[in-house]
Nanobody
Framework: QVQLVESGGGLVQPGGSLRLSCAAS????????MGWFRQAPGKEREFVSA????????YYADSVKGRFTISRDNAKNTVTLQMNSLRPEDTAVYYC?????????????????WGQGTQVTVSS
């Protein structure tokens, strides 16, 4: 089984920044996609961003494009999500996920493995 360990969540003021990290172990990275999803109270889990491990191709939800940046560190087997210009509506539990690339990077159904989630709260 793939194990995902997340870190970096917390409380931040509007306009501030946070960096989330997800360390993966117990898998092969071949044709693998790692992504970030978030879930706010009363809402479905939604796609935030994803990266193809081999190609480095990145994908972003329209709501975060230009503010968030996803990247990978091959040596550390980690994926990071740099979140800038945070807004109160970004408040959610953020989940790291991993799965093989089926072309549906935006769908929770593509991902077989999930982290525990980390709370991000944007409030003044």
């Amino acid at each position: 089984q793939v194990q995902l360990v997340e870190s970096g969540g917390g409380l931040v003021q509007p306009g501030g920044s946070l960096r989330l990290s997800c360390a993966a172990s117990g898998r092969s990275a071949s044709n693998y996609v790692m992504g970030w999803f978030r879930q706010a109270p009363g809402k479905e889990r939604e796609f935030v961003s994803a990266i193809n491990w081999n190609s480095g191709w990145t994908y972003y939800a329209d709501s975060v494009k230009g503010r968030f940046t996803i990247s990978r560190d091959n040596a550390k087997n980690t994926v990071t999500l740099q979140m800038n210009s945070l807004r109160p509506e970004d408040t959610a539990v953020y989940y790291c996920a991993a799965g093989w690339d089926s072309g549906s990077y935006y769908s929770v159904r593509q991902y077989d493995y999930w982290g525990q989630g980390t709370q991000v709260t944007v409030s003044s």
